[in-house]
């Protein structure tokens, strides 16, 4: 490779390993608590996290995704426990019948050494709302008003026990569209859809005068609230799971209807109605998550959002550029070969981000900054192969074979003729992967590595839009800071070759 690449993407790594060294580290054995990516389970997460730190190190990865992902992240030993649904766990995971018992799921998790335990005391079933006086009752009676509009959630459509289970067994002929949870009921009010699936604990159901269509054929089973866990958490954590099991029938449905109502109307941040709850003094007071866009851009906490995001950037461009750069060559030198390595290229920048992180997790083996760094790597790829060899391509005829006449030997060739000709294009590819991966490493929070992903995930599951723009606003100043950065690079490249 030539040396100017070779110091340009060496000093990508020195900055990513700058920023890791100022990264808190944590502690070799935490108990890893995740959550999903909606309102409850974040609560619950914390909840969880805050009993379990006064006995020990805890730390909880919040907003990793929905089912799959998050069991994945279990299995894989990335999280040591989580909280969901027995309904969940029985007809989405396990696939058992829907009126399975808790022993009977405990039996199908411990082949694969999971646990489910500490039933929390409140059941938050699934159900189908509608916003209109008029409408129907009854699921039965969605049956006869096919014009109906459905928005319903992705997981939800997708589910076993969800939306197939519900039109098959009430012969629904509506044709549901796909909608994130966290803006379902301002859609439905704002009559953009006419009924929608909610969890019975929802706080919006209250705010929003919404019909809950009854399940008179019973269709939902229970889906009562527990702790899923790896069977070897009790012996790792003992006083932190002794804690834990203290948590056994001590939330209501009534408890999660205000903490919800807390969050999602209130504004109150999920640590602070953890602590209220566990405290005893109810929710409502402090830690608010919207003190306004300002407040939130000057926190403390963008700082780390931003050593993480720059991170993850900075390692995934890094390693493409040391990587990418030698594809492209070998594409600009044999042109057979050079096809299938730009369709490989090109076949791994369609796959959606969020589905190549959850087939990471497995392959990987673990949650956090190593699948959100292959999958940012294997994004940045396509512009600096295709501009390495689009740039070498261009290089007249002539310049190589008045080199070669010179005694230059091939790679000779390539280090003072080919490649500071072609540079300006290879640095343009460069900074085109770091440009998008500045946007995409927000699904990095997904997988619980952090970033301003972090504010988006948490934004969308509340409809929260100051935190959206507050995660989205730091991500578009950097995008533009970096390619002002490579402007100014490429003015100094230019500057240099001129002299």
Not at 179 to 184: E, F, L, R, T, W
Not at 374 to 389: D, K, S
Not at 394 to 410: H, K, N, S, T, V
Request: hydrophobic share 50%; glycine share 12%.
């Amino acid at each position: 490779m030539p040396a100017s690449i070779q110091r340009f993407s060496a000093a990508l790594f020195m900055a990513l390993a700058a920023l890791m060294a100022i990264t808190p580290s944590a502690h070799a054995d935490p108990l890893r608590i995740g959550s999903k990516r909606f309102t409850e389970s974040y609560i619950l997460g914390e909840i969880l996290t805050q009993t379990a730190a006064a006995h020990g190190e805890a730390r909880h990865l919040p907003g990793l995704g929905n089912t799959a992902i998050v069991f994945a992240a279990l299995k894989a030993g990335s999280i040591d426990l989580y909280p969901d649904y027995t309904g969940t766990l029985a007809g989405e995971i396990l696939k058992l019948p829907p009126d399975a018992t808790l022993a009977q799921i405990q039996q199908a998790l411990a082949p694969m050494g999971l646990g489910a335990a500490i039933a929390l005391g409140f059941e938050n079933t699934y159900a189908i709302a509608v916003a209109d006086a008029a409408a129907p009752r009854t699921l039965s009676d969605l049956a006869g008003q096919p014009g109906l509009r459905l928005g319903l959630s992705h997981e939800f459509l997708g589910r076993a026990d969800g939306w197939p289970m519900l039109a098959r067994r009430y012969g629904l002929p509506q044709q549901p569209v796909g909608i994130d949870h966290g803006i379902a009921y301002e859609a439905l009010a704002a009559r953009q859809i006419d009924a929608t699936d909610i969890y019975s604990t929802d706080a919006k159901i209250r705010k929003f005068h919404l019909r809950v269509l009854a399940d008179n054929l019973h269709v939902f089973p229970r889906y009562d609230a527990v702790v899923v866990y790896r069977l070897d958490v009790p012996r790792r954590h003992p006083a932190a799971w002794q804690a834990l099991q203290g948590l056994a029938g001590k939330i209501g449905a009534a408890d999660m209807i205000d903490m919800n109502a807390a969050a999602e109307i209130d504004g109150e941040s999920f640590a602070a109605i953890a602590r209220g709850f566990l405290g005893g003094h109810g929710v409502g007071g402090a830690g608010s998550l919207r003190d306004g866009l300002a407040g939130v851009l000057w926190s403390a906490d963008t700082w780390r959002l931003t050593m993480r995001h720059l991170a993850l950037v900075g390692g995934a461009v890094g390693a493409a550029t040391l990587v990418g750069v030698p594809l492209g060559i070998i594409a600009a030198r044999r042109r057979r070969l050079g096809q299938g390595v730009l369709t490989l290229v090109s076949v791994l920048q369609t796959i959606p981000s969020l589905a190549l992180l959850a087939m990471l997790i497995p392959l990987l083996g673990r949650i956090g900054v190593w699948p959100a760094m292959v999958a940012l790597f294997l994004y940045a790829l396509l512009p600096i192969v295709r501009n390495t060899c689009t740039g070498l391509q261009q290089i007249a005829p002539g310049m190589r074979d008045a080199a070669r006449a010179l005694g230059f030997r091939p790679i000779q060739v390539l280090r003072y003729i080919e490649a500071p000709l072609a540079m300006p294009v290879i640095l343009a590819g460069v900074k085109t992967a770091a440009i998008i991966s500045v946007g995409t490493a927000t699904i990095a929070a997904f997988v619980g590595a952090g970033g301003y992903g972090e504010r988006i995930a948490t934004g969308l599951a509340l409809n929260d839009a100051t935190l959206l723009l507050a995660g989205a606003v730091p991500a578009a100043v950097l995008a533009v800071a970096v390619q002002g950065a490579f402007g100014l690079l490429e003015a100094y490249w230019a500057r240099g070759r001129g002299g």
